[in-house]
């Protein structure tokens, strides 16, 4: 009987200082869809897919693995936001500003980019498969995209 306690309290107790999932602030997401700004809120894992973010006010959010598959942040103001670990497959930015904003281990693939801002931006890792960038100083090994 010890021995079965044992079992179960050495396999339960990494779980007692597992540090909980970081999740999006539900009235912050429902603030952010409904004012369309939600400067320096918490929106880490939120599920933004599609979402008409069209100008939003997102300065200094945390959208660390947000899911924006297919949204459009046309004139949104992402300025010192952190988009690490976030999806923006087929995401579209038009005139967006991602100055100082933290994108490591970003999902770009076939997002559309053109004339985004992205002074002091922390580039890193990100994904680039079939993306479209026009007017956007985002370089890759050296040479700019087109």
Not at 71 to 86: F, H, I, R, V, W
Not at 110 to 137: C, F, H, Q, S
């Amino acid at each position: 009987m010890k021995r079965k306690l044992l079992v179960v309290f050495a396999f339960l107790t990494p779980l007692l200082w597992a540090r909980p999932v970081q999740a999006a602030d539900p009235a912050q997401v429902q603030q952010l869809l409904t004012t369309n700004s939600c400067e320096g809120c918490d929106l880490s894992g939120a599920d933004l897919r599609q979402a008409h973010l069209i100008g939003a006010d997102l300065r200094n959010a945390d959208l660390t693995g947000a899911q924006l598959q297919e949204a459009n942040l046309e004139g949104a103001d992402l300025t010192g936001a952190s988009l690490k670990q976030a999806d923006l497959t087929d995401a579209f930015l038009t005139n967006a500003s991602l100055n100082l904003t933290h994108l490591q281990s970003v999902n770009l693939t076939r997002a559309r980019l053109y004339n985004v801002e992205a002074r002091g931006a922390v580039i890193a890792n990100i994904n680039l498969t079939d993306v479209k960038m026009w007017g956007t100083p985002i370089s890759v090994g050296g040479a700019s995209l087109p």
